[in-house]
């Protein structure tokens, strides 16, 4: 059974990190390409973060730039994304994403909170 899981939502302090986690199963994520989005209350879901799997590279959304980086373990079957100087915007509920044509795959979410 093919499954994303996201874990490691929280509620932190603006300037404060976190450290999301999907593992994945039923599938070998090394040959998909990954992803981070995120949809706050009454918006739309948008990209937070992509990334290839050929190569890499990476495509960060400008809000995140140089605060979020994500990372995969092909060995593991996960994926991260690490979160640094959060601020009030952030908050949101997280995906996690993994794709090659014509699979699309998305996790259940997890709730990110940046408040005071």
């Known amino acids: 059974q093919v499954q994303l899981v996201e874990s490691g939502g929280n509620l932190v302090q603006p300037g404060g990190s976190l450290r999301l986690s999907c593992a994945a199963s039923?599938?070998?994520?090394?040959?998909?390409?990954i992803g981070w989005f995120r949809q706050a209350p009454g918006k739309e879901r948008e990209g937070v973060v992509c990334?290839?799997?050929?190569?890499?590279?990476?495509v960060y959304a400008d809000s995140v730039k140089g605060r979020f980086s994500i990372s995969r373990d092909n060995a593991k079957n996960m994926v991260y994304l690490q979160m640094n100087s959060l601020k009030p915007e952030d908050t949101a509920v997280y995906y996690c994403?993994?794709?090659?044509?014509?699979?699309?795959?998305w996790g259940q979410g997890t709730q990110v909170t940046v408040s005071a």
């Open positions: 994403n993994a794709g090659i044509v014509p699979r699309d795959y």
């Open positions: 039923g599938f070998t994520l090394g040959y998909y390409a």
């Open positions: 990334a290839r799997s050929s190569d890499g590279s990476t």
